[in-house]
């Protein structure tokens, strides 16, 4: 029974981090190793603010865990000292809640009872109480592969070895069928190794749960491009089923701003997974940011990851621009008790550390040296409007200009879905109008026992909701291939 005034007795806490000079000297996560039965105690104290409400809005719903994750349960088995069974109720409904601890930017919490009044000290630091429990599970050996009793005699294809591919991998082995995943690049990952930081997430962290899926009897093959190094045909010989993760990588530009074409001004992804490969000890990154002055343009979860990077790479400056105010902390419909969750802007670790933030700011245009270089950019306030449609545009609020410098501009302004691939072609799928794959309400393609998961399908977005989307595309190829499924399905496609 939780202690229904538990959040009048202790304030909230979030994780401690290590000192900025520190961290900035080095690529390991933020976040500080403390001492595990100083954080254990820290951590009861905080899963005890944990009404247990009657309806937890935290933990599933519309604005909640898509994975449904059972937050008051193991808040408070964690509040008794219980870490074993926590752990295996926080599994119940989580893959890999390490990944999501330290990345989600946790939708529970602004779901949490909590979070509607200053006066009730917050939210209950429900992405603390989930990432102590994770790393309390390995630490303490809780985390064992889970074997099938029984196999299928089935085999399934994974492609692509993001969250949503791995989540599908683990749940459809652990269903008996055998599964291979694919992966292009020379390591498996996806996101998680060349997209997301080391500061954020260290490689440790994917790899010790990749040997977990090993042992459980997952294969990966790395290297191979899916549909030129293994062809359809092949495919459709070899496996029953396949599932597309291929995620949403292709980054969104700006054309339409004059002085584009300039030298120095990048992709986000451009930036951010050379140098994930330099810490993987791959050799310099091919784009550093040492010794420039560096704009980062878009305010979202890429956006913090190049400032992050570009300030541990030497940036003599780092200024992130965008065109929206700053995050919302007021309710925007006086008919919600709740905050408004800020779904892009967020402020994030990597923002305290150095640099600085602009908001309802856009670009006019990059100006460059004789060498075709950018070095400046002129910058101009605006506001965004929204059309009766929905429909945004950016508005200039006068023909005021301010002249910023910059020699390497980073453009991170969203994803516009799949990239090209010759698989798809091949098995004759044709995207939506929003770049992704879509799929029936079984999760199946348009091409009979292929299915899609994760950022390919949704388009890009949270860490959450690509394992969620991995489960739930498991339980339905389980069910393609046997007739019925006993996986759980925590989310319906969009
Ligand atoms: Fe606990 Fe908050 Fe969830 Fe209520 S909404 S059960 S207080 S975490």
């Excluded at 109480?129 to 085999?155: C, F, H, L």
Aim: glycine fraction near 10%; include cysteine; charge should be negative.
């Amino acid at each position: 029974m939780a202690d229904p005034q538990g959040f009048m007795k202790y304030s909230r806490s979030d994780a401690p981090k290590r000192p900025k000079p520190e961290r900035l000297q080095d690529w390991n996560e933020v976040y500080l190793q403390e001492d595990p039965a100083q954080r254990n105690d820290a951590v009861r104290t905080q899963a005890t603010r944990c009404m247990d409400c009657g309806i937890p809005f935290c933990h599933s719903g519309t604005a909640g865990c898509p994975l449904g994750n059972l937050i008051p349960e193991w808040n408070d088995l964690v509040r008794r000292g219980d870490w074993e069974l926590a752990s295996d109720r926080l599994h119940a409904t989580n893959n890999f809640p390490e990944f999501t601890g330290r990345l989600c930017p946790a939708p529970c919490e602004a779901a949490c009872v909590l979070a509607i009044s200053h006066d009730a000290g917050g939210a209950v630091a429900i992405k603390r109480v989930e990432e102590t429990i994770a790393d309390m599970s390995w630490e303490n050996g809780y985390v064992q592969p889970s074997t099938a009793a029984v196999s299928s005699g089935k085999r399934v294809a994974v492609v692509g070895s993001g969250p949503a591919g791995l989540a599908a991998a683990q749940q459809l082995t652990r269903a008996g069928h055998e599964v291979v995943v694919y992966e292009r690049d020379d390591r498996l990952g996806g996101l998680l190794r060349y997209g997301i930081p080391e500061f954020k997430m260290e490689k440790k962290v994917l790899d010790r749960r990749l040997a977990q899926l090993r042992r459980e009897g997952t294969k990966f093959v790395t290297g191979c491009e899916v549909g030129v190094d293994i062809t359809v045909e092949q495919l459709r010989a070899e496996f029953d089923a396949v599932v597309l993760a291929v995620g949403a990588l292709r980054g969104r530009d700006d054309k339409a701003t004059p002085g584009r074409e300039l030298k120095g001004i990048h992709l986000a992804m451009d930036h951010l997974v050379p140098a994930n490969r330099a810490c993987e000890g791959d050799g310099p990154s091919s784009i550093s940011a040492e010794g420039k002055h560096v704009i980062v343009i878009g305010g979202g979860d890429t956006g913090a990851d190049c400032y992050g990077t570009a300030t541990r790479q030497g940036a003599l400056s780092v200024t992130q621009l965008d065109q929206y105010p700053m995050p919302p902390t007021v309710r925007d419909d006086e008919r919600s008790p709740w905050p408004v969750w800020p779904h892009i802007l967020r402020t994030y670790p990597a923002h305290e550390e150095a640099g600085e933030r602009r908001f309802t700011v856009a670009v006019r245009r990059f100006v460059g040296d004789d060498d075709g270089h950018v070095r400046f950019i002129e910058l101009q306030q605006v506001r965004v409007e929204k059309d009766s449609s929905g429909r945004r545009s950016v508005v200039p609020l006068s023909d005021e200009v301010e002249v910023l410098p910059a020699d390497l501009v980073l453009l991170a302004i969203g994803f516009e879905g799949v990239e090209h691939m010759r698989l798809l072609d091949d098995l004759g799928i044709s995207l939506t109008t929003r770049g992704t794959i879509s799929c029936g309400s079984d999760w199946q393609t348009t091409a009979p026992g292929v299915f899609v998961c994760g950022d390919a399908h949704r388009g890009a977005s949270l860490v959450v909701w690509a394992i969620a989307e991995g489960r739930s595309v498991a339980h339905a190829v389980d069910n393609f291939l046997t007739g019925s499924s006993n996986l759980p399905s925590p989310v319906i496609p969009n």
